[in-house]
């Protein structure tokens, strides 16, 4: 079955730096990939996702880039706030159902 | 409505007893899921429905639990004889399209945490 993963489980950043987190999925079939956020006691909320035929797409201060050959997708956060501290998920779907196989999820804390 | 409502946002209950989750999903939104989420874990499948069928139900942990959305717009997640092991949190999501569902934006509301005393 499909296989997630993603790196890495906690990251720690200070204010203003860039936080970058990799997913890495087995089912060369997939053509979608999101990435969730959710916040401490809240729900998980969509933040930016990427279609099959794109390699990168920014909004702001996050994007996603694609690298299909290599079967990985990740974030980049830039200029980071308190605010962005939360759990991210990725969660490519299985392309036999298109059910979506959530990553374990990265912890990110911003250090004032 | 304006998002994914879902209620009761709390429900404790005894072992044994029956439970009823219900979720509403966004005004138009074809397909609808359930997810059991874990502290510090995401979101674990259970079922999803493309309107009113149920396109798989291969999550759904024994047959104490069941869902249904016979309207094609709210959906109700039954677990009956509740065990301890059934404490959670219980989240609807849904999304806008009906092919597959799993490519499209998935929206997701406040959950149900159920205790199981």
């Known amino acids: 079955g499909e296989n997630v993963e993603q790196h890495p489980s906690t990251l720690s950043v200070q204010e203003g730096d860039s936080a970058v987190i990799k997913c890495t999925y087995s089912d060369s079939a997939s053509n979608y990939f999101p990435w969730y956020k959710q916040e401490l006691g809240k729900r998980p909320q969509l933040i930016i996702d990427i279609r099959s035929n794109v390699g990168e797409k920014k909004d702001q201060r996050i994007a996603v880039t694609l690298n299909k050959t290599a079967k990985h997708f990740s974030l980049h956060i830039t200029e980071t706030q308190p605010e962005d501290s939360a759990v991210y998920f990725c969660a490519p779907p299985m392309d036999s159902n298109y059910q979506l196989i959530w990553g374990a999820g990265t912890k990110l804390i911003i250090k004032p | 409505g304006a998002g994914v409502s879902q209620s009761p946002r709390y429900k404790v209950t005894k072992r044994g007893q029956d439970v009823a989750l219900r979720c509403d999903p966004i005004?138009?939104?074809?397909?609808l899921y359930w997810y059991r989420q874990a502290l510090g874990q995401g979101p674990e499948f259970l079922t999803y429905?493309?309107?009113?069928?149920?396109?798989?139900k291969s999550g759904l942990p024994n047959d104490r639990f069941s869902a249904e959305r016979p309207e094609g717009s709210i959906s109700t997640l039954t677990i009956q004889r509740t065990e301890q092991r059934d404490s959670a949190m219980y989240r609807c999501?849904?999304?806008?399209?009906?092919?597959?569902?799993?490519?499209?934006?998935?929206?997701f509301g406040d959950g149900t945490r159920l205790s199981i005393l």
């Open positions: 999501a849904s999304s806008l399209a009906p092919q597959g569902g799993g490519n499209q934006p998935q929206h």
């Open positions: 005004s138009g939104h074809v397909s």
């Open positions: 429905f493309n309107y009113e069928a149920q396109q798989d």
